[in-house]
């Protein structure tokens, strides 16, 4: 089993819409989690952290389920800059490395 | 914001020889520097992680003698891709950890092997 597994799409939304994006993590022991955005093979770039009480920046809001190992994230009102491809990321359990999902590919559409 | 300045941006090489990826803090001192990689339409894969002062760590798979990491001071680490082969032809990028848990990445090296 990966270490962290996400759908990898691709979502065509269109604009205004909401899309919500899954991802699973196998090593219990994880203690941080996040999503970036990466954009074009980019660096990827910090969203938002995960918190187990879910946690909301804007449109984004992201939700911990620790007994399932299941991470959310969900973008209401969608915009034409949110198309990018959006990286589930949990650390590892010792040496603060990251393990990354494929990512899930959102192209948002006039 | 704390910020890693990596270099090349990209770079096309000669199968056979070999390439240096650096990366500097710019404004903090990174003790941890990790390397990932990524291939076309993968996830990006820890290779290493190196600490100052110490020899890197690598990922099981990763081939030390073939990708050289030197961390000799807080703000620079570089990785030395060695006899480069097409196969190595992929997607560098460094992160440091912060304090207080948070990463900052490298922009990343897009490395052709030709």
């Known amino acids: 089993r990966k270490e962290v597994e996400q759908d990898p799409g691709p979502f065509n939304v269109p604009e205004g819409a909401t899309v919500a994006f899954n991802c699973t993590y196998s090593?219990?022991?994880?203690?941080?989690f996040f999503w970036y955005r990466q954009d074009c093979r980019k660096e990827p770039k910090l969203l938002m952290s995960?918190?187990?009480s879910g946690n909301e920046d804007g449109r984004f809001t992201a939700q911990l389920n620790r007994a399932s190992q299941y991470i959310s994230l969900l973008i209401r009102d969608s915009k034409l800059s949110d198309s990018a491809t959006y990286l589930c990321?949990?650390?590892?359990?010792?040496?603060?490395?990251?393990?990354f999902g494929k990512g899930t590919s959102l192209l948002v559409t006039p | 914001g704390a910020v890693v300045s990596q270099h090349p941006s990209w770079v096309i090489c000669k199968s056979g020889t070999s390439v240096k990826i650096e990366c500097r803090s710019l404004d903090f001192q990174a003790t941890t520097m990790f390397w990932y990689r990524q291939f076309p339409k993968q996830s990006l894969m820890l290779m290493a992680t190196?600490?100052?002062?110490?020899?890197?760590?690598?990922e099981q798979g990763v081939e030390k003698d073939k990708f050289l990491i030197n961390h000799a001071s807080l703000t620079l680490s570089t990785l030395t891709v060695t006899s480069a082969h097409p196969e190595d032809s992929s997607f560098y990028i460094c992160?440091?950890?912060?304090?207080?848990?948070?990463?900052?990445f490298g922009s990343g090296t897009r490395l052709t092997v030709v």
């Open positions: 992160s440091a950890s912060m304090q207080g848990g948070g990463y900052t």
């Open positions: 990321v949990v650390n590892r359990n010792s040496g603060y490395a990251l393990n």
């Open positions: 190196s600490n100052e002062g110490s020899k890197a760590t690598y």
């Open positions: 995960v918190y187990s």
């Open positions: 090593n219990s022991a994880s203690q941080s």
